[in-house]
């Protein structure tokens, strides 16, 4: 049992190089600052992954990390981090997923897993509770995702336990492989399975017997029930139930922001056609829900008839969906279920493998590129063979997929073509979603600690285009419009910060931060009741405030400006065609200066002493002075208490 | 008499019930101190509770060495604590396997129906656990709802 409430209260480090496992106690300290989750991730990596650290070597540290209301009946979800200096983009990688295996993790008794080292041969870890083994993976290797998954599973002659794996993908080496857990919840993003891989690492399987106790239960409960009827009763709770993130899809479009054929226009001819109306009529005969969340939102598709009948599987999501769909103009939605079932089983992240292939297919339409040097494919918009064949290519990395293997910005450097239409920020390719007509989600893209991604700081009170709201939230009416750029700056820091204590209490943000059932007065709320630590509304704000500099600290220390701070050149240039953003351009300068200002950070994108200090960050202040030339020298550093 | 029924249909596999029963017998949450246990299916999505039927004859009661079974004037099956040895073979025997030993006290956890008031239907999110009367004394066996669901759902594995 846990010293603390609400914690497992033990972190797992294990060397592999070594063979050697440490199990350490969690400090209240860090609690208390840090809540759980991407919180603790980031802070073992700004401290344990210094600047000259390879992504892919041994030094780089893989992380496991999960929250305080995972594990219990808190019914928004129960996710994990994983993170560790990025391959894809060389700075901090990071993602997210849902499933059964953090609450797994926490009944097996671990708040974070720590992977060190690289195993001398293919190797995956069991935990049963205390009981650690590194088994031989062997027969593992080239296995796909779901292969993987069931060999694990007959050989440990237990159905229940829970397996995280990579696919041949990340054996490869592809730089955005992900690791899956429940076969299709990947944590995808910013290549953590190809970190997993190259520490010769093919899965973690877990087993608990444990039990997590909270502080005030009778507290608990009351914020749980109350919660629960407001999910029941909330506008968005059937929409979600019956398709999940595929309704974006319609509304993404009726916005004009649906990215289509490469982010050349807003909308897609045949959106009803792939949308998760369609999904939810003809293919779903099932709602699956992660753990203990009231808001079964995943869904199980059968295709029935048609091209690929009989092929079955959990998902797809909007992203997962959308990409294969409109960004790469396919109408076809049978095609579409098959191009993500095979991104699952190989173990690729759907978005950046679609942008890689929308990036060639607009290359070959303008003619950059030859069908020679594509193996012969006809990189036509929506054209299903190639698709299938490309990501076939990427997950071995065989011919033409090669190039495509190490990302749009690399493949561009490389090809020394299409440089200006690789759409990422910081090397991690841009979501589905036209920042063109989401000014706010634009800027969070731009800004976000791991690069182009919405998950930072999802600013979704802009679709509501309510002047009041911005007005009482921000005090900027603009702010909340969605094709405004007033405001922006105090929108994307409220979200940010919202964001971060999400993550780090590992709940899901579909619910959380969309439905908005945790507000940041809820979250101390609830926080409070679980660990029986005292926090507020403004502790919880100070909580995402330290996490995003604390990771902002981390980029700067890695390199990243304000040069990196920008979007493509596509959303700055060249205005939205068509729909119902028309004309739209994104406004990158006054956005990026309102935001730093109000970050507390300095034109360079470097937060400053002050801010830092303030939330208790004085050896992060004190270390960044060193790295960062030209910054004023301060003598004095406040006294209070350092994290 | 009242029993928990299961609609696989409706069951997300979220595990709410596992959670609620945990809290709600132990004071804390854990799946392996849950009288209810999802048993859960990635490949093709199924996820089906298995919770004791209280059948008549109950297998578990008739193979236990120790007699620590027993049933009670309501017809719920239930174990002296006192009596049991620990040996397993409950779990064994089970038909639908809805035995399992607690982790720390190594005796059989066996639903009781909250004394009338299941909590896990009453928080189950999907509905697809209802406290109804039913005269079937034998369950559904679990490889049997799974062959019927998929062929239903038309997915062959």
């Known amino acids: ?643 | 008499m009242k029993r928990i029924l299961i609609d696989v249909d409706r069951c997300s596999g979220c595990r709410q019930c596992e959670m609620v029963c945990s809290f709600n017998k132990e004071d804390a949450f854990g799946s392996s101190f849950s009288r209810i246990t999802v048993m859960k299916e990635d490949n093709f999505g199924l996820d089906l509770p298995i919770v004791c039927w209280h059948c008549h004859p109950c297998k578990a009661m008739e193979n236990c060495p120790s007699e620590a079974l027993e049933r009670s004037k309501d017809g719920l099956v239930f174990s002296k604590e006192e009596k049991c040895v620990g040996c397993g073979k409950c779990l064994e025997t089970c038909i639908i396997g809805a035995i399992r030993l607690h982790p720390e006290r190594n005796t059989p956890l066996i639903c009781n129906h909250c004394g009338g008031k299941p909590l896990c239907v009453q928080e189950c999110p999907t509905k697809a656990l209802t406290y109804m009367e039913t005269e079937t004394q034998q369950p559904k066996l679990p490889n049997q709802i799974i062959k019927e669901t998929l062929r239903r759902w038309k997915i062959i594995v």
């Open chain 1, 1 to 643: 049992m846990s010293e603390y409430y609400g914690y497992a209260g033990k972190i797992l480090r294990i060397n592999l190089t070594r063979n050697k496992v440490k199990i350490h106690h969690i400090e209240k300290e860090l609690i208390t600052a840090f809540l759980g989750g991407r919180g603790f991730n980031s802070k073992t990596l700004y401290h344990e992954v210094p600047k000259h650290v390879k992504p892919l070597s041994p030094q780089n540290r893989l992380m496991f990390a999960t929250g305080p209301l995972v594990g219990t009946t808190f019914p928004l979800g129960a996710r994990f981090n994983v993170s560790a200096k990025s391959p894809l983009t060389g700075i901090l990688g990071d993602s997210n997923a849902g499933g059964h295996f953090a609450a797994e993790m926490k009944f097996a008794g671990y708040d974070q897993i720590i992977i060190e080292g690289k195993s001398p041969k293919p190797a995956y870890i069991f935990i049963r509770d205390q009981e650690i083994q590194i088994n031989d993976a062997d027969h593992l290797v080239g296995k796909d995702v779901y292969e993987t998954t069931e060999t694990i599973k007959k050989d440990l002659g237990e159905r229940s336990v829970q397996v995280a794996t990579v696919g041949p993908a990340a054996e490869n080496r592809v730089l955005y492989a992900g690791i899956f857990a429940n076969l299709a919840r990947p944590a995808a993003r910013t290549g953590m399975g190809t970190v997993m891989a190259s520490k010769n690492l093919k899965a973690i399987a877990l087993k608990g017997t444990s039990s997590i106790k909270i502080a005030d239960p009778k507290r608990f409960w009351k914020i749980v029930q109350e919660i629960k009827e407001e999910t029941y009763v909330h506008p968005q709770y059937w929409p979600r139930r019956l398709m999940g993130t595929t309704r974006i899809l319609m509304l993404a479009d009726r916005l004009g922001i649906l990215p289509t054929r490469h982010f050349t226009s807003g909308t897609f001819e045949h959106a009803a056609k792939v949308s998760g109306e369609r999904l939810a009529r003809e293919y779903n005969v099932k709602n699956r829900a992660c753990f203990a969340c009231i808001v079964p939102c995943s869904r199980i598709y059968v295709i029935k008839e048609g091209e690929y009948a009989g092929l079955y599987g959990e998902g797809p999501e909007y992203e997962a969906l959308s990409c294969f769909t409109a960004r790469v103009g396919n109408s076809n939605l049978n095609l579409a279920l098959r191009a993500v079932d095979l991104a699952n089983k190989v173990g690729l992240d759907a978005i950046t493998t679609a942008e890689c292939i929308a990036w060639a297919m607009e290359l070959y339409e303008k003619r950059e590129l030859s069908k020679k040097e594509t193996d012969g494919l006809e990189l036509q918009w929506g054209d299903g063979e190639a698709i299938l064949a490309l990501i076939e290519k990427i997950a071995y990395r065989k011919g033409f997929g090669d190039l495509l293997a190490d990302g749009v910005k690399k493949a561009a450097e490389k090809l020394g073509k299409g440089k200006e239409i690789a759409l990422h920020v910081k090397g991690l390719e841009i979501i589905q979603a036209d920042p063109r007509g989401l000014k706010g989600y634009g800027l969070g893209y731009a800004v976000a600690s791991r690069g182009a991604d919405h998950l930072r700081s999802e600013p979704f009170i802009e679709l509501s285009d309510d002047p009041k709201k911005g007005m009482e939230m921000f005090g900027v009416p603009e702010a909340t419009l969605r094709l405004a750029h007033e405001g922006k700056g105090k929108l994307v820091r409220y979200f940010e910060n919202w964001c971060a204590i999400i993550d780090s209490l590992e709940v899901c943000k579909n619910l959380a931060e969309n439905m908005e059932l945790l507000p940041f007065n809820r979250a101390a709320e609830i926080a409070e009741a679980v660990t029986g630590f005292h926090f507020s509304k403004e502790s919880m704000f100070e909580v995402g405030e330290r996490v995003v500099n604390l990771e902002r600290a981390y980029l700067v220390r890695e390199g990243i400006r304000r040069r990196d701070d920008y979007l493509p050149q596509r959303f700055l240039k060249e205005s939205l065609p068509n729909g119902n953003s028309k004309g739209s351009i994104f406004e990158m300068e006054p956005m990026l200066n309102e935001y730093y200002a109000q970050r507390g950070w300095d034109e360079r994108g470097i937060p400053t002493d002050a801010t830092l200090e303030k939330i208790g960050l004085v050896h992060v202040a004190q270390q960044l002075s060193r790295h960062v030339k030209n910054s004023p020298v301060k003598k004095k550093w406040s006294s209070r208490t350092p994290i």
